[in-house]
């Protein structure tokens, strides 16, 4: 220099030349067409899309570059071509690649380069694909697989074929015959499962019916002597007569040795469980808040009995019960727009 010597040192550069170096591939062309797919800048998504070829198309020439001018005649580059390549080749200076008479599948290029100061850039890549000839392709093995099965289906189903519409011929009218005999038959079953099923509802009723009369003859004896036993009380205490005192003490004492309330309701709930099957049980363990009355009004409604019916049975009024089934429901949470006595029928 003017006042003395310049001393450079390419290490210092080193750094900055291994963050800015890279290699781009510049020109993908296929050489039986001569059509190019790439063009400047490497297009990943261009190449994405051209990167299905024909069997026919089976050779490329790959350019590529990096763009490093300061010494552009000593980079050197490497290349693979993944589905092809095991290995990467050897450092050259050649900026050009070509592959041909390529079998069908896929594959990808790669390039990396390297500068003069043993810096290696990022992989460029470039990825594609061969279909195979249409006679070794997928759909042509499909197409002979069914082909094949065809032919030994035909040599197979053939005579099958002629003896099963000989044998279908014969068998058509005894099968028509078997069919309507069935037919028969089958409705003869249904009738025989309706009366069944009849039968058995009819029972049920019987039964129903019965332990309705049965339970409410004890019920209403039950109440009768108890409304007898709290007149004899009160006529008792009232009477100035000894002698007659003590007599209806008597009846009163023997009113309470035949008149068994305390088992009237055990009675009627075990053979109301036993026609039901375990109905009070159930809805006892569902509902623990119920009450006896509430229990009793659930057994009455099971009955399918209406207010009319349930209210000298519960010795009230018609109100009262209409109260109770009010104060029934939204113990249960039934909504308004259910019927009681549907909601406990299918409980």
Not at 177 to 190: F, R
Not at 207 to 230: D, F, P, W, Y
Not at 314 to 332: C, D, F, Q, T, W
Request: aromatic share 10%.
């Amino acid at each position: 220099a003017e006042k003395g010597f310049i001393h450079f040192n390419p290490e210092k550069s080193k750094d900055k030349k291994r963050t800015n170096f890279a290699v781009n591939i510049v020109r993908v062309q296929n050489l039986q067409d001569n059509t190019t797919l790439l063009g400047g800048q490497y297009d990943q998504q261009k190449s994405a899309v051209d990167s299905a070829f024909s069997h026919q198309q089976n050779a490329f020439l790959f350019a590529y570059a990096a763009p490093d001018f300061e010494s552009v005649e000593n980079l050197l580059y490497s290349t693979k071509l993944e589905g092809y390549d095991e290995n990467w080749s050897t450092w050259n200076s050649k900026t050009e690649k070509e592959f041909t008479n390529l079998n069908s599948g896929n594959y990808r290029f790669l390039v990396k380069a390297k500068s003069i100061y043993e810096v290696e850039s990022a992989e460029a890549s470039f990825s594609f694909s061969i279909r195979p000839p249409w006679y070794a392709s997928m759909q042509a093995f499909v197409i002979y697989t069914l082909l094949i099965a065809a032919f030994l289906a035909g040599l197979i189903l053939i005579p099958q074929k002629r003896f099963r519409a000989e044998k279908t011929l014969l068998q058509s009218e005894q099968k028509r015959q078997e069919a309507a005999h069935q037919q028969e038959v089958a409705k003869s079953e249904q009738a025989i499962v309706a009366l069944k099923n009849q039968q058995l509802q009819s029972e049920i009723a019987f039964k129903n019916q019965e332990l309705a009369i049965s339970t409410m003859h004890l019920v209403q004896r039950g109440e009768l002597i108890h409304q007898l036993k709290e007149k004899l009380d009160a006529i008792s205490k009232i009477t100035a007569d000894k002698n007659t005192a003590k007599e209806l003490k008597k009846v009163n004492r023997l009113l309470d040795n035949n008149a068994q309330l305390d088992d009237v309701w055990s009675q009627f709930a075990h053979h109301f469980d036993q026609v039901h099957v375990d109905f009070l049980r159930k809805i006892k363990e569902h509902y623990p808040s119920l009450t006896a009355n509430d229990q009793k009004l659930c057994a009455y409604l099971k009955m399918n009995l209406s207010t009319k019916e349930m209210a000298p049975l519960m010795n009230i009024s018609i109100r009262g019960v209409e109260v109770a089934r009010y104060r029934l429901r939204k113990k249960l949470g039934v909504d308004s727009t259910v019927n009681l006595n549907t909601f406990m029928l299918n409980f």
